[in-house]
């Protein structure tokens, strides 16, 4: 018998706002956060994408949509390709999506590189050279490179110092003021009251 793990979520993001989701350790945030990009199905219920349907659906259906939503996983090196150097994994994007010419792709990609404070010497190399943070930024970089309307976060905090932290926090609200929406799962309380508009706090399921 299935046991539910998130039960009468219901909420909505406008473009330009943050919403935060807190809870304890279990609660469903990152189950929420997976349902959102549609790596999760709902068994009821449904999410919709800049107001047209977007889960459930067949992948098929949903697949052109996917650059207008991006996440940052909680992992950044299990997000990142090991044999990748930085310049290919900012760049595959804009390649599998048909965005700009090889010269240009690599200008954009200097440029999101720059933005998240990722030193450029830095991507020629691979995953395995850098820390958590520098990880944790190429991700973010990567997740940018497409626009997306709405950034999905889960604990982007994590792995950065307070200086790093403080970099991160100024660029996530950077991005809200030029119209991107974001859903951030977090525990770090000062980050979501300084970030977040709203906030949703889930609660264990008891079956």
């Known amino acids: 018998m299935g046991r539910d793990v998130i039960r009468d979520a ?8 943050a919403l935060g989701l807190v809870g304890a ?4 945030k990152t189950t929420l956060l997976h349902l959102v ?10 999410i919709l994408l800049e107001g047209e349907p977007w889960s459930p659906l067949p992948e098929r259906e949903r697949r052109q949509r996917r650059p207008r939503i991006q996440a940052v996983f909680q992992d950044p090196l299990a997000s990142l390709p090991p044999h990748r150097t930085g310049w290919e994994i900012l760049q ?3 390649e599998v999506w048909g965005r700009g010419a090889p010269a240009t ?25 850098w820390s958590g943070g520098l990880a944790q930024r190429l991700c973010l970089a990567r997740a940018l490179m497409l626009e997306p309307a709405l950034l999905v976060l889960d604990e982007p905090f994590s792995a950065l110092d307070p200086t ?9 609200l950077d991005l809200k003021a030029e119209g991107t929406a974001l859903l ?10 300084t970030l977040c508009d709203r906030v949703v706090e889930l609660s264990a399921v008891s079956n």
Do not use: C, N, W, Y
């Open 25 to 28: 350790s279990g609660a469903g």
């Open 92 to 94: 595959e994007p804009l």
């Open 37 to 46: 990009l549609g790596l999760l199905e709902p068994t009821e219920g449904r």
């Open 105 to 129: 792709r690599r200008e954009a990609a200097a440029h999101m590189a720059a933005r998240v404070k990722f030193p450029e010497p830095a991507l020629d190399q691979r995953p395995a050279a």
């Open 164 to 172: 790093l932290a403080g970099h991160l926090l100024a660029l996530l």
């Open 184 to 193: 951030m799962a977090s525990h770090d309380g000062a980050a979501v009251e």
């Open 10 to 17: 219901s909420f909505s993001i406008a473009p330009g706002e």
